[in-house]
């Protein structure tokens, strides 16, 4: 019986198993996600001063 212990698989708990794949499922959907939508604080802050300037513009050019 010298090889009944090599030729056994491993025993895995199938809830781990599943929770550690939708886990990491969600990461490369987060990693996703930031790639396509993710600006930093300075970025968004660049932005908002750059609509408000402009809005400032157009309203001062506005006849009424």
Same mark, same amino acid.
């Given at each position: 019986?010298? #090889?009944? #212990?090599? &030729?056994?698989?491993?025993?895995? $708990? =199938? $809830? !781990?198993?599943? !929770?550690? @794949?939708? !886990?990491?499922?969600?990461?490369?959907? %987060?990693?996703? $996600?930031?790639?396509?939508? #993710?600006? &930093?604080?300075?970025?968004? %802050? %660049?932005?908002?001063? @750059?609509?408000? %300037? =402009?809005r !400032? =513009? =157009?309203?001062?050019?506005?006849k009424?």
């Amino acid at each position: 019986m010298a #090889g009944y #212990g090599e &030729s056994m698989a491993e025993i895995i $708990n =199938l $809830n !781990k198993a599943r !929770k550690r @794949r939708d !886990k990491a499922q969600a990461e490369r959907r %987060a990693e996703e $996600n930031r790639a396509a939508f #993710g600006r &930093s604080a300075p970025e968004r %802050a %660049a932005e908002e001063q @750059r609509r408000e %300037a =402009l809005r !400032k =513009l =157009l309203d001062g050019a506005r006849k009424e």
